[in-house]
């Protein structure tokens, strides 16, 4: 496959430790001021407040290896790691996460006019939750970087998944959940060993406890508060892309908390443009949020780059009750960018449809995979998705993390 000459995005080199296990990581930058970051000592925002994202030499790494190379390797996210930030393989710390199913759901499809609809189904993953790519990689590389504890606020399935890979790296973590999070995901949390508090509140309630612990010798690891967990979550993209036969689809439906998942799809795929392994078109990607948590979609309808705080935000679908999500420029750029949209669903219709789906295709979603579902069927019924786009879900978790969704069903 040709790959376009380009300059390297990291314009630099790449880190000593990587020329030994073939990442080509380079360093971080901030997408809002530009400025450059050293990569080889831990990190949290930049000085101006933004989150920052990881670069690197894609020049290098597309002389040193092609899709071709990475379909004879094992099947999990590590496939990619040329492109992800951890050098030295020591530190890897893995459950055997990634490379998820891409799932034809023709039956369900067709019932709502999407014949070519897809799911990509997290729920197959350690921990049950997409949260486990993030915290594998993660949890790597703040191992590599000489972090011994890991603390971070949660609304129930990442800190699940950065309290077991944390066990599994040998470091300690901290984690503050509110008392509604799904309750496996707090038994997750003790079987790994972590510490372990239980706030009455919201995930920003929790992040202010957490705020208070952290120190020289804790670190905080909040959502896009360290720039890796971004990079777990992009090579969902990268598996889209593969398994598509390196192409992609017209439409990918995400539902959309902090975001980490769509702004790493985002960079995933624009790192493989850049490439040339797949082709120009960029899917157009949609933010899926809860008609009682909606701050992105707000925003996007104003046509502004800033979300304004929600007030009083709850929602079956838990992980997507993020009412500041502190990457919400770069949820927006990611929409505008590729002629998204942003569309709230309600928690009626996103329970039925997720009993509509598992009664025609036999999968239990969780219930924000659910809201995408509900997201397409309403998009297609606009006509914003054509019946003849390809249209890619991500099923964020298992249904089975979540058995009150059945109890809260409404009646038929």
Known sequence: ?????????????????????????????CPRCGARHDATRPQNLCSCGSPLLARYDLDAVGQAVGPTDIAGRAADLWRYRELLPVGDPAHIATLGEGWTPLLPAARYGAHIGVPRLLVKDEGLVPTGSFKARGAAVGVSRASELGIRHVAMPTNGNAGAAWAL???????????????????ITRKECVVAGAELYIVDGLIGDAGRLIAGLIGET???????????RLEGKKTMGYEIAEQLGWRVPDVILYPTGGGVGLIGIHKA???LRELGWIGDKAPRLVAVQSTVCAPVVAAFEAGARRATPWPDAHTVAFGITVPAPLGDELILDALYATGGTAIAVDDAELLADLRDFGAREGMWLCPEGAACLTAARRLRATGWIGADDEVVILNTGTGLKYPDSVEAWPES
């Open 1 to 29: 496959m040709a790959r376009r000459r380009r300059p390297p995005v990291g314009r630099g080199t790449p880190l000593a430790s990587s020329l030994m296990s073939g990442s080509f990581l380079t360093g971080l930058e």
């Open 165 to 183: 890979y944390a066990a599994r790296a040998g470091l300690r973590a901290t984690i503050a959940m509110p008392a509604a999070a799904p309750v």
């Open 218 to 228: 804790v670190f905080d690891v909040s959502t896009l508060k360290e720039p890796y």
């Open 269 to 271: 795929l624009g790192e």
